[in-house]
């Protein structure tokens, strides 16, 4: 079965310091990878995916992550750190349903707070 | 065009009442699906939508919950005898078609129940 650990419920930094927010996955095959971002009383936005393609993906908003297998993790980066960057992020793994259709699951989430 | 909408964005219901939910994907897209946001669960998928047709509906949490879409586009999430435990944001997201392609969310419907 798919699924994916955050390892940091809460992470704070300060602005223009570095952020990193820690993924793992499990998967019985190689998976599809996906970070999304929850701004305050906002919807779900991608910031970027993987799809078996380049290792290192970039997204939105200077954000990136990279798929390591061999440690089974998709950890997202930014180089400096926006006070507009605060939100929950959440790690996510799609898991195939019926008719070439897949679900996402789901990490708990990261909480990122970023500080003058 | 407009993202996905969802209506009401707040409902207040009381414990035994009837509730419905209503998603307007993005135009065009055939995919639809249905998440629950509860700060027991996480976030957990419940239903998805090829066209009209919903193939697999494990995943609604009890019978109490039902879900249609019609003519391709609205769908509508209905919660009979509601509990309080259904308190929960119900995220409706919407994709071009099934597989890998982006699923977009909506900015939910935050439920209630006293």
């Known amino acids: 079965a798919q699924s994916v650990t955050q390892l940091d419920s809460h992470v704070s930094v300060s602005e223009g310091t570095p952020v990193l927010l820690r993924c793992n996955y499990s998967s019985s095959y190689s998976p599809s990878l996906f970070w999304y971002v929850q701004h305050p009383n906002k919807g779900l936005q991608l910031l970027l995916k993987y799809t078996s393609a380049a290792t290192l993906v970039k997204g939105i908003n200077g954000f990136e992550a990279e798929f390591k297998k061999s440690e089974t993790s998709f950890h997202l980066t930014k180089p400096s750190a926006h006070m507009s960057d605060a939100a929950e992020y959440f790690c996510?793994?799609?898991?195939?349903?019926?008719?070439?259709?897949?679900?996402?699951?789901f990490g708990a989430g990261t909480r990122l707070a970023v500080h003058p | 065009g407009a993202g996905v909408s969802q209506s009401p964005s707040n409902k207040v219901t009381e414990k035994g009442k009837d509730v419905e939910l209503r998603c307007d994907p993005i135009s065009g897209h055939t995919a639809l699906y249905w998440y629950r946001q509860s700060l027991g669960q996480g976030l957990e998928f419940l239903i998805y939508?090829?066209?009209?047709?919903?193939?697999?509906k494990s995943g609604l949490p009890s019978d109490r919950f039902s879900a249609e879409r019609t003519g391709g586009s609205v769908s509508t999430l209905t919660i009979q005898r509601t509990q309080q435990e259904d308190s929960a944001v119900y995220l409706c997201?919407?994709?071009?078609?099934?597989?890998?392609?982006?699923?977009?969310f909506g900015p939910g419907t935050r439920l209630l129940v006293l």
């Open positions: 997201a919407s994709s071009r078609r099934g597989g890998l392609e982006t699923q977009y």
């Open positions: 996510v793994v799609s898991h195939p349903i019926s008719g070439g259709y897949n679900k996402l699951i």
């Open positions: 939508f090829q066209g009209n047709s919903a193939p697999d």
